[in-house]
């Protein structure tokens, strides 16, 4: 591993860990294409090393959140025992499937949840009201995240940092440490079935992973100083981004493939 390769990795690290802990999202949507971009990674093995890296940032995020009250614990429990199972689900699924069609519906739900997000004005003391259906609602969006993480190597903020604000009501703030505390388990799951497939690169996911944790606190501090529609906003871009950077791969793919 060379110096400059070092360098890279931690850059991707500070960037990914300030997006983690102002969006409340893994890093994933950062860590994937930059591997792929910047470094040659196969798409693959971008996606299993981006889960291991993942882990880490999560946990720091995650107590950044909670010493400021700002986690629905509750939630973040319905949301992991469904991501737990999808994420295993998704794994095993990503040596397995073409990813093509599940690129252009994560593309899909991306744009419309941006769009939405442009007109949603978060409220930040806002709390969940629990019922049978809640709880299964819940577990249905974990689920869902949980089969996307494993196959696109995203920690699942992307999706349920939207839900929990559009859905749910949840107030800002909350929904990015609740979605961070839902990644544990899942990175977790799911990185130890990477491993067992050989499908993640664990040095680079430690370098990305210890650069991404200071980070994250930064970008902790951002996200409790802006407002909430300013934060919604810069979500709703961060989303068109990730979209777009997929369409682009995917058209090259296309291409490639005629």
Do not use: H
């Amino acid at each position: 591993m060379t110096t400059r390769r070092i360098a890279t990795l931690a850059g991707v690290g500070l960037l990914a860990g300030f997006f983690s802990g102002l969006f409340g999202v893994g890093g994933g949507i950062v860590i994937v294409p930059l591997l792929v971009l910047l470094l040659a990674f196969p798409q693959r093995l971008a996606s299993g090393t981006s889960l291991a890296a993942i882990l880490p940032t999560a946990i720091a995020g995650s107590i950044g959140y909670a010493v400021r009250g700002e986690v629905d614990w509750v939630a973040a429990g319905c949301l992991a025992v469904g991501a737990i199972a999808g994420s295993l689900i998704g794994t095993w699924m990503l040596a397995r499937i073409s990813q093509g069609w599940l690129r252009w519906a994560f593309v899909a739900f991306q744009l419309i949840m941006a769009v939405s997000l442009f007109f949603v004005v978060p409220a930040r003391e806002t709390s969940l009201d629990y019922s049978v259906g809640t709880v299964l609602a819940l577990a249905g969006v974990g689920l869902f995240t949980g089969i996307l993480s494993g196959l696109l190597g995203v920690g699942g903020g992307v999706i349920v940092v939207p839900v929990m604000l559009l859905f749910f009501g949840m107030g800002d703030l909350v929904a990015k440490g609740t979605s961070l505390v839902m990644m544990i388990p899942t990175a977790t799951t799911g990185t130890i079935s990477n491993l067992r497939n050989r499908n993640s690169d664990l040095r680079a996911a430690g370098i990305i992973g210890l650069l991404a944790i200071p980070a994250s606190f930064g970008g902790i501090a951002v996200a409790a100083a802006i407002p909430p529609q300013l934060g919604s906003i810069l979500f709703a871009l961060l989303l068109l981004f990730t979209a777009s950077q997929l369409i682009i791969k995917g058209l090259k793919e296309r291409r490639a493939g005629a």
